[in-house]
């Protein structure tokens, strides 16, 4: 169960078991408070809710089946947007729908096109906080986090990681030859398992595992009805096979998105897997997406991030993010740091980092050694790859499509 602390004016507190459904958009969400079996758009479409897939911070996800409107299956996922982000997104400051209707349409020819979340069908609801944008999509699986938890080590084999990669590589070719955009957002929990199996599965799994709700909350200052919230269940891997031969991913998540025809400046990506560009202030753009994606492959191999970083009094993350880069990876080029708008705030005059007196140089080959999880005959190839998607100069580092020529991903 996943729980959220909020704080009223007066400094009382309560929590919540998952999205605060019951707080209006003043307050800063504006969430659907849908329940099971409600039907969404029933004139027209008549989207009837059977589960709750998850929740993010603009949004939950659910489970629909389709009783009017022909989709591609019969089951569907509806992700419902909270009226805060409906609200942005019709004023043209949300990304997301703008690039799901984007990548949708551009190239369905194109490898990488199934590798990439698509737009089925959108449309408005009206709830009681105000209307809601809702986006339909095929149903997936769960993300790369939850695949690799299950396992021993909490890591992938060899062969699965450069499915997944050589995929993500096809996935980001797409958006950023044939759509012109960066994703920005490339982590585990954006890339999801793309299942084969349908709608007689789905309904089997139903009817084994019904979908439920946690017990009635009663909070009078905020409702005057039971406060009913439905429990995230979200669906198994069917037809996965043990040693993940036939994995299928798809990347989603298109809320981080920016124009690749632009130069970029502003913060954007996880910490630990941000580009060193995005973090000095350098002009970026889809170069950022390769960086992301090497801090994955050691992270899918190993199971833990490649940068292991700290703060104190006087070191920020991002001051022990740059001197891991340092360490692991290089210096970096002076001509980098020239055009750098944050260069000040982490390097000295003679580009030596403010706050770090101290390294401890370490290869990446020494990085993937020290956890005894690959095989010999593995490290160097693995490492030659990994540096390759980190060069620290993004005008150098290789794009999606040479990658997908590279020697490591060729047995895939």
Not at 139 to 152: A, F, I
Request: net charge negative; charged share 25%; aromatic share 8%.
């Amino acid at each position: 169960m996943q729980s959220v602390r909020l704080k009223e004016g007066d400094g009382e507190s309560f929590t919540c078991d998952e999205e605060p459904h019951m707080l209006s958009p003043e307050i800063g969400y504006g969430y659907f408070p849908l329940t099971l079996g409600q039907h969404l758009d029933k004139d027209h479409r008549d989207i009837e809710i059977v589960r709750k897939l998850g929740w993010g911070g603009y949004s939950s996800v659910w489970l629909a089946k389709s009783h009017k409107k022909s989709y591609r299956s019969r089951y569907v996922s509806v992700k419902v947007m909270t009226v805060n982000a409906t609200a942005g997104a019709v004023y043209g400051h949300m990304n997301e729908i703008k690039s799901l209707r984007l990548v949708t349409s551009r190239n369905p020819n194109h490898p990488g096109y199934k590798h990439c979340i698509a737009l089925e069908d959108q449309f408005v609801e009206k709830g009681k906080h105000g209307p809601h944008y809702c986006l339909v999509t095929q149903v997936y699986g769960r993300n790369m986090d939850t695949l690799r938890s299950e396992l021993p080590g909490n890591h992938f084999s060899v062969i699965t990681t450069k499915r997944i990669i050589k995929q993500l590589l096809l996935a980001l070719d797409y958006l950023h030859t044939e759509c012109r955009i960066v994703h920005g957002d490339l982590k585990p929990a954006n890339i999801l398992y793309s299942p084969s199996c349908q709608d007689d599965a789905i309904a089997r799994h139903i009817e084994d595992s019904p979908s439920t709700c946690y017990e009635p909350r009663f909070e009078p200052d905020l409702s005057p009805d039971p406060i009913i919230t439905v429990k995230s269940q979200p669906l198994p891997n069917f037809g996965l096979r043990e040693d993940m031969s036939n994995i299928e991913i798809c990347l989603v998540d298109y809320g981080e998105t920016a124009s690749a025809d632009e130069k970029h400046t502003h913060g954007t990506q996880p910490l630990l897997l941000r580009a060193p560009e995005v973090l000095i202030g350098y002009p970026w753009s889809t170069a950022t997406d390769i960086w992301s994606l090497g801090g994955l492959v050691f992270e899918f191999l190993i199971g833990c991030p490649l940068f292991t970083l700290y703060e104190t009094e006087s070191v920020t993350l991002e001051d022990s993010l740059l001197r891991r880069i340092i360490e692991h990876i290089g210096p970096f080029p002076p001509h980098l740091l020239a055009k750098a708008t944050r260069r000040d705030d982490y390097f000295d005059a003679e580009d030596a980092l403010l706050r770090i007196q101290h390294y401890v140089p370490q290869s990446l080959e020494a990085c993937l050694e020290i956890y005894n999880v690959l095989g010999e005959a593995d490290v160097d190839p693995a490492a030659a790859f990994i540096r390759r998607c980190l060069t620290i100069d993004p005008e150098q580092r290789p794009a999606a499509k040479e990658l997908l020529e590279d020697d490591w991903l060729q047995d895939v």
